[in-house]
């Protein structure tokens, strides 16, 4: 298996602009979770979906973030309008529900950086 | 609600001396325990775990042990090498179809040759 993959791996756009980051969960896991590092913060879980449905969005930092998960392959985060703020690397996850213990594995990761 | 507390770093050492990152958690229930490593420009991996008390998980030469009494699974390794540099974190999780976690803040170390 591939793994986890995000497209693209890095991000430049200019305050303002639209940006849309994606990600391809392995292929039978059933979560999917999204996350944002930064040096100030650290690891911040942003949302994450089961079986496709959102069941925790409280991290979200505000509305111009909104995150989708068409269906049991495919993700995406937006952000729009953009801020220099947002600047950081997104990260998603996904996992199986195998029991107690399951594991996340981690996409390589998205920098995002915002002038 | 859930947290998990670990060590402040960064920690520097030399190669071949002992390691020892502290974590401590909070929750209720038997939450599963984690370690997950970061490696320079790569996203989490995870490098041990323990799902129950006195459990000990172990890899890559790292271990650490399920301790319900103390709240903690501190991490050690007995002889460091350069190739450890990378960020640590210590991870819970709920269990019973909650499969989120709850990270810790993460530790930076550095093996100096």
């Given at each position: 298996d591939a793994g986890v993959i995000q497209s693209p791996r890095h991000e430049v756009t200019e305050m303002g602009q639209e940006v849309t980051l994606r990600c391809k969960p392995i292929s039978g896991h059933d979560y999917l979770f999204w996350y944002r590092q930064t040096m100030m913060r650290g690891l911040e879980l942003l949302i994450y979906f089961n079986n496709n449905v959102p069941?925790?969005?409280?991290?979200?930092?505000?509305?111009r973030f909104s995150a989708k998960m068409p269906n049991a392959s495919f993700s995406t985060l937006k952000i729009?309008?953009?801020?220099?703020?947002?600047s950081a690397v997104y990260f998603c996850a996904s996992s199986f529900?195998?029991?107690?213990?399951s594991e996340q594995y981690f996409g390589p990761g998205t920098r995002l950086t915002v002038t | 609600g859930d947290s998990v507390t670990q060590m402040e770093g960064p920690v520097t050492l030399s190669e071949e001396a002992c390691l020892t990152i502290n974590c401590t958690y909070t929750a209720t229930g038997y939450p599963s325990l984690f370690w997950y490593v970061q490696y320079p420009g790569e996203g989490l991996q995870l490098l041990l775990k323990a799902t129950k008390a006195d459990d000990k998980g172990s890899n890559k030469g790292f271990e650490a042990t399920y301790r319900k009494e103390t709240t903690s699974f501190h991490l050690e390794k007995g002889s460091v090498q350069v190739s450890d540099s990378a960020v640590y974190f210590c991870a819970l999780s709920r269990n019973f179809g909650n499969e989120k976690l709850t990270f810790g803040t993460g530790t930076r170390l550095t093996i100096i040759p």
């Open positions: 069941i925790d969005d409280s991290g979200m930092p505000e509305d729009q309008p953009s801020e220099p703020r947002d529900t195998g029991g107690i213990g | -």
